[in-house]
């Protein structure tokens, strides 16, 4: 299958599907909503641009919009849709366009909110050459926005009986939102179980908040994108940006849950998990820093740089093949280098957890 487009962090080896399978359905309009800033309800997070808004959570609450006509006829879009990554409603491919209809036949019995990708806040600092933000900020465009924080524990409260999972970010850079650690706590108050992840460029994250975040386990996971290992390589993509100060905010985390005695790999699951009563608890965050492979940064010397860093820091990196202008050269999905990279590859938060989920409760 010939792939034309795919956003820059996603992996063609996605759009890998069994040829016997004639439909292929997103999972997310079935059981994940993704919230914008400025309150839209879209299909995911491809939907930048809100081309086909099913709603808005200043006019409707969550389960309304969730079963109302629009989203009615956008699972049925997908449903009768053909054998294909793209789709129509986003105008392009989608990484969760990869299910077959077999599978989903439990998520059309009952539909439930089980994931929430939320972004409080659509402003970044950074000015990423071919990030949507940077367009949003030179055009003035109404897209960019701050959700209120009522209509936020509204949304929170509404789904706390289905939440499993909580990506507290989308475009922006969540950590410019001042009542960021308010929202995280009343979120880990109203549904201690669902597992909170955020995505930071680093840039900016208040002294005062690291300690809190960690001593109160406020997140589960969070990943950095920091992609170089020197100030030189790091600013040609995060405009902007101060490679230091990302690392030196990440490192700051990781002593932090060293200091408390929090162990530091993923991969040391029995020494950070523990499962009690039906419940997982987590000692957090986990930590991951991601490095986005460009023909400026892809070096053995840069690697090799950054293997080290994050080898002594004692965290994992993901290794991002990206589709946009300036591509590594040196690195694709296909290359022997590329699968001998130390460190994650492919990448995803919630296989991850649901892998360790698995281990624990088969050890229990």
Same mark, same amino acid.
């Given at each position: 299958?010939?792939?034309? =487009?795919?956003? +820059? ?8 599907? /069994? ?29 930048? !641009? ?7 959570? =200043? ?12 989203? &009615? ?11 294909? $990554?793209?789709? #129509?409603?986003?105008?392009?491919? $989608? ?10 036949? !439990? ?12 972004? &409080?806040?659509? !402003?970044?600092?950074?000015?990423? /050459?071919? $990030? ?9 465009? #109404? ?7 009522? &209509?936020?524990?509204?949304?929170? =409260? ?5 939440? &499993? ?16 650690? *308010? ?15 955020? +995505? ?5 994250? /208040? ?9 109160? +386990? ?21 405009? %902007? ?10 490192? *700051? ?46 070096? /053995? ?41 130390? %460190? ?21």
């Amino acid at each position: 299958m010939k792939v034309n =487009y795919l956003h +820059h962090n996603l992996d063609k080896k996605a759009f890998i599907f /069994p040829k016997n399978e004639k439909v292929l359905i997103c999972q997310e309009i079935f059981n994940q909503v993704c919230v914008l800033a400025n309150g839209d309800v879209v299909c995911s997070c491809r939907d930048y !641009n809100g081309m086909y808004i099913v709603g808005n959570i =200043y006019q409707n609450r969550i389960y309304k919009i969730f079963h109302n006509e629009k989203y &009615t006829q956008l699972r049925d879009i997908v449903l009768n849709s053909n054998y294909s $990554c793209y789709c #129509s409603q986003v105008k392009g491919n $989608c990484v969760f366009k990869k299910r077959s209809s077999k599978s989903i036949q !439990n998520e059309l019995k009952e539909l439930t909110i089980k994931k929430i990708q939320l972004e &409080t806040i659509s !402003n970044c600092n950074l000015n990423c /050459p071919i $990030c949507e933000v940077s367009n949003w900020k030179r055009n003035k465009s #109404s897209r960019l926005a701050k959700l209120s924080f009522e &209509t936020i524990k509204e949304l929170i =409260y509404d789904v706390k009986n289905s939440l &499993t999972y909580l990506s507290l970010f989308n475009y922006g850079e969540p950590f410019l939102d001042d009542r960021l650690l *308010d929202i995280l706590r009343y979120i880990k108050e109203v549904v201690p179980r669902a597992y909170v992840y955020i +995505h930071t460029n680093g840039n900016f994250i /208040p002294d005062n908040w690291k300690q809190r975040i960690i001593e109160e +386990h406020l997140i589960d996971e969070i990943s950095f994108s920091i992609d170089g290992a020197s100030q030189q390589t790091y600013e040609k993509y995060r405009v %902007g940006g101060q490679f230091e100060r990302a690392f030196n905010n990440m490192a *700051d985390l990781v002593n932090i849950k060293n200091k408390l005695g929090i162990s530091k790999h993923i991969g040391n699951y029995l020494k950070d998990i523990v499962y009690r009563k039906n419940r997982l608890w987590k000692f957090k965050p986990y930590i991951i820093w991601q490095y986005i492979l460009f023909e400026w940064n892809d070096s /053995p010397e840069e690697i090799a740089k950054a293997q080290k860093l994050a080898k002594d820091l004692g965290i994992d990196i993901v290794w991002i093949i990206t589709h946009s202008n300036g591509k590594s050269k040196r690195f694709n999905e296909n290359t022997e280098e590329y699968h001998k990279l130390w %460190g994650i590859k492919n990448y995803s938060s919630e296989v991850i957890s649901n892998q360790i989920e698995r281990k624990i409760v088969n050890k229990s």
